[in-house]
């Protein structure tokens, strides 16, 4: 459900639909608690409400902020690995100058394949959350065929034949955690605390009275609407390959490799 809303709801949307909602559901809830229980306007709980509101927001903020910053990095972590993926392509390209026509003809071929895989093929799935393995797998192994085949007669050619199977290398090694980071999600315990928090701590607000109804809502709806976008944070941080804010494949279409794409 999330990685349809992700890759079919703007994320302005998203934020008016999270935020939004979680607000208007806070504000509904506190009237309703004010309207069952109008002594709570007389704020006689208000030091008990007030000290178990600090200690579970802390608690929970600490908690969102673990979350955040380790989806973030994530995120961080998966660009990293893409542009590494995609520059280590272009320099086999750039080292395939240094081979006899023939076979910088057949390593080309295979490496324009595989470039097309990536975007055509396996970005699509990854959005979806099932990157499809074997699409770039025969494009691998047609490139590593090419450089198993040839013997490198000159010096030259021995260095860059070199530096091509090492970064072909690096290459099948970037691209199975590319892979594995677009199946990882948020474990299902941190998903509870992040979700289930939300929970046990807006309730909370409603038990703390003022006298007047406004501020008594502009409270409610503030810890409302914080607690809202951090939660949407955490939904479109989770996946690296979803939505307006994911990863995206322009590394393979640049530099080097634009010319893959011409024609």
């Known amino acids: 459900m999330s990685l349809w809303l992700l ?24 009237v309703l608690a004010r309207r069952r229980y109008p002594s709570l306007a007389g704020g006689e709980h208000n030091e008990m409400v007030g000290v178990a509101l600090g200690m579970f927001g802390a608690i929970y903020g600490i908690i969102l902020a673990f979350v955040i910053v380790t989806l973030w990095t994530q995120l961080e972590n998966t660009q990293t690995v893409v542009a590494a993926e995609a520059t280590d392509v272009a320099l086999i390209a750039r080292d395939a100058a240094a081979f006899p026509p023939p076979v910088r003809a057949r390593l080309d071929d295979a490496l324009s394949g595989y470039v097309h895989a990536v975007v055509e093929q396996q970005w699509p799935r990854m959005r979806a959350g099932a990157p499809a393995y074997g699409a770039t797998e025969e494009r691998l192994l047609a490139a590593y065929d090419v450089l198993q085949a040839y ?10 034949y070199e530096e091509a199977v090492a970064r072909l290398n690096d290459v099948t090694a970037q691209r199975r955690a590319r892979l594995t980071m677009a199946e990882q999600q948020l474990p299902a315990l941190l998903q509870i605390l992040a979700f289930g928090g939300a929970l046990v701590l807006i309730p909370l607000t409603f038990l703390y009275g003022m006298r007047r109804l406004r501020i008594q809502l502009l409270f409610v709806a503030s810890v409302a609407a914080l607690i809202g976008f951090s939660l949407l944070l955490v939904v479109v941080l989770d ?7 994911s990863v995206t494949p322009a590394p393979y279409r640049e530099g080097a490799l634009a010319r893959y794409w011409s024609g």
């Open 7 to 30: 890759n079919n709801v703007s994320t302005f949307t998203l934020a008016l639909i999270t935020v939004g909602g979680t607000v208007a559901l806070a504000l509904a809830g506190s």
């Open 151 to 160: 013997e490198p007669k000159t010096v030259r050619e021995q260095v860059f």
């Open 239 to 245: 996946r690296p390959f979803s939505g307006e804010l």
